[in-house]
């Protein structure tokens, strides 16, 4: 049996690892079209900085590795197109141009996502980047050795931005950065932004234009970036990050006649299955269910990609009708990122996303210490919990602050193990001074929330 | 209506606050009879080091600060008996001596628990102490003053004992631990007892012995300890801190006929009420059920203490009637120490907590690292996951290392939630580099756990 994984990152490895494990007779090989696979892209605004210090330390494993647990990876290689009726696949080799054929019986789709260009006047001049592959951040890195520019502008406040911007100013740089919604971090509500965008102006990232966007790039006349034009401002920066967004790569599957769901990422089953015969598909090209609203959602991440790249793999391994196939259930939406000193996560629906699908909500934010308020190094800690009103159940949770990490993910589990407020309320969790105030932020927050809900058996 | 409470550390003042909250005509008073009210107990350990930089720090609120909130709380003050009947106390002034005569309609008690003394020849000796209150920890920062004792011997390995080692060792002082049981931190498994082991070796408590007791106490002749005997040893040590364990302080329900569980503790319903009318029992004094096994508990913890408080002291505002009243529904035994640079945190059975309550388990322990291995600041953790083999779901989690008190806070939601093995597998947690590996180490030990159930489908 010969299995084929396209895409050679966090999916398409796991996949090809699992797959293997599962059984140890199947022949795989993985296509990568970048340089490296098995690239923790993640890491990648860390390696700007040097705050990780080396591009190979972001390379997990090489295809020597894969080799040895007999998984051929073969990056520089693009799978141009799959014919599932044949089950063949067109595959040209990057290094020497040439193209050729392949088979497969099983094929995993692992395409990923594809950072955005800005489609902007001048997006073309020498100075503006994406940050999405490691030869991204090769070409910035180079940029920063040869230019030494000295003012950069980030475009897009999500977390990718937002890492960005601290990296870049930890190198001494003066960033400003621009978001074309009206707040940072659209996926959170209007406190978190606020939080966020004042720890930016404290740490001197002071050119906040939320709302604004770039309208066009200026040259210096030498085809080099020398300023960005916002509505009647002008911004001098040698070097432009544009974290606009990413989007799912679906042409492969798209082309190859795998439906695609109207996230615009590839449709797939709970055991990861396109609509094409054994084929499966995992990662950042792939829907997920949203466990919360219960519609299919598009949530690029590392850790979901890891956890459906081992559900395909091992389910690809077994084939379609083997035994002990796994099912993925979906996700939250659970993320985390840090800015700075500020650690800011959320999982669920924020209050915008749940009024948006439906549910009436009750919610309550507060803020408080993150330890036992007499140790030393207590810090503080915005949380906010959702909860849908007919139910009680938790729906959502924001955190900005010292232990955001831990709170985020509490509420996480809470939300997969359907808790109601009246749950949280109760709930035993760890204490001791040096790790939270006597009674958790998350029951502080459950506390009060619960007295806004009427019926008194909820509280 | 009259409120007495009976008792003022967590339990006690969280009871009538949360009363005056729910009615504002409710006449309150609490008896405490220690000198302050309002203590956070669990900083004490950090208090004689100066890690807690005074003891008014532990003071959370004054008697003047309840009494702006018309809550009259009467310290040094003892409560000699009660008369359910009658609906009568006996209270000792203890500054004045005087006895007099108190009447309630409705009576919290939290008398919380007191440390077990050592029953051991030589126990009466200048320089052997517990640590339970305040006034504890003022004899013994008095001692340290006077005599400036260069060697310590802690006397029990559980997590007051352990925090005790560690803030007299940064007081400079060479210190020994005695353990009676076979092992440190006997309420966990084996591997954990040893990563506690080794680590307190490592910062320099070099003398452990576990699985011996302390015979004698010798004096110098002078009234003053001068070492302990173990067998054949003689430990040098002009202080010793026997943390050896604690007992709830039930003397007073008893005496009134108030029914006291199996575990020592008062008895009471999910209402937080005792067997006697109008009578309720929060904090260290009372028992809680174990959500895990079902069975009573008893696990004297200061945020339980809040939570049962709230509780008892809202039920008591409410009156046996009223609508609106909560219940506790009981604990999972949740609880995490620091010793050193070691976290430990414990939730739901130990393994051999769960085949004594009549499971039969599947665990799984790893050691992994706490964040993405290429990030600076990386740290390792140690894991174990404790299933029931028939269902699936998870009944206990131990941690020790960095981020413990994220995992176990994470595990213990998720047995509140009754989540199985295979929801962690696929759980949504929070992931950047900063914050722990690409999936986190729950996910990682209930991915190797799920590999030991047999069913493909729990996998």
């Known amino acids: 049996m010969r299995l084929v994984v396209v895409g050679g990152v966090a999916a398409g490895t796991k996949a090809a690892s699992r797959a293997r494990r599962v059984d140890p007779e199947v022949e795989i090989t993985v296509y990568q079209e970048e340089p490296e696979a098995s690239i923790s892209e993640c890491g990648l605004p860390y390696l700007l900085s040097g705050k990780v210090s080396g591009r190979d330390r972001l390379v997990a494993r ?101 890492e960005v911007a601290e990296n870049l100013h930890r190198l001494g740089m003066e960033v400003s950065l621009v978001e074309a919604a009206g707040q940072l971090a659209g996926a959170y509500g209007l406190e978190v932004a606020e939080i966020i965008e004042g720890h930016l102006r404290e740490k001197g990232v002071h050119c906040l234009f939320t709302g604004e966007e770039v309208e066009t790039f200026l040259g210096d006349g030498k085809g080099r970036l020398r300023a960005v034009r916002l509505g009647e401002r ?7 990050i544009a974290g606009v967004g990413v989007r799912p790569q679906v042409s492969l599957a798209q082309a190859a006649g795998a439906e695609i769901g109207k996230t615009g990422a590839i449709r797939v089953d709970r055991r990861m299955r396109t609509s094409l015969p054994d084929v499966w598909a995992a990662g950042d090209c792939a829907e997920t269910a949203n466990l919360v609203t219960g519609e299919p959602g598009w949530l690029p991440l590392g850790d979901t990609a890891n956890q459906t790249g081992r559900v395909a793999g091992t389910n690809a391994a077994l084939g379609p009708d083997g035994e002990g196939t796994l099912e993925f259930p979906g996700v939250l939406g659970t993320g985390i990122f840090k800015v700075f000193d500020l650690g800011v996560g959320k999982t669920g629906l924020s209050e915008r996303e749940a009024e948006r699908a439906g549910f009436k909500v009750v919610s309550a934010g507060i803020e408080t210490g993150s330890k036992a308020g007499y140790y030393p190094g207590a810090g503080k800690v915005f949380i906010k919990l959702i909860c849908d009103s007919k139910t009680g159940r938790l729906i959502g949770a924001e955190v900005a602050g010292d232990s955001a990490d831990k709170l985020v993910d509490v509420c996480a589990t809470a939300i997969w193990g359907r808790l109601s407020c009246s749950d949280l309320v109760n709930i035993d969790l760890a204490y001791a001074p040096p790790y939270g105030p006597t009674l958790s932020p998350v029951i502080q927050a459950a506390t009060v929330l619960s007295g806004k809900f009427r019926t008194s058996d909820r509280a």
Request: charged share 30%.
């Open 62 to 162: 090489t295809p020597e590795d894969f080799a040895k647990k007999d998984i051929e990876v073969l990056v520089r290689h693009r799978v141009e197109s799959v014919d599932p009726e044949n089950k063949r696949l067109s595959v040209t080799n990057l290094t020497t141009g040439e193209t050729f054929e392949d088979g497969y019986d099983r094929l995993v789709i692992a395409t990923g996502a594809r950072a955005i260009p800005p489609s902007i006047p001048g997006a073309d001049l020498d100075g503006i980047f994406a940050l999405r592959f490691l030869t991204d951040a090769d070409r910035i890195m180079r940029h920063i050795r040869e230019r030494t520019p000295e003012k950069a502008l980030v475009v897009g406040g999500g977390y990718i931005g937002l």
């Open 234 to 240: 002008e911004i001098d920066a040698e070097i432009v």
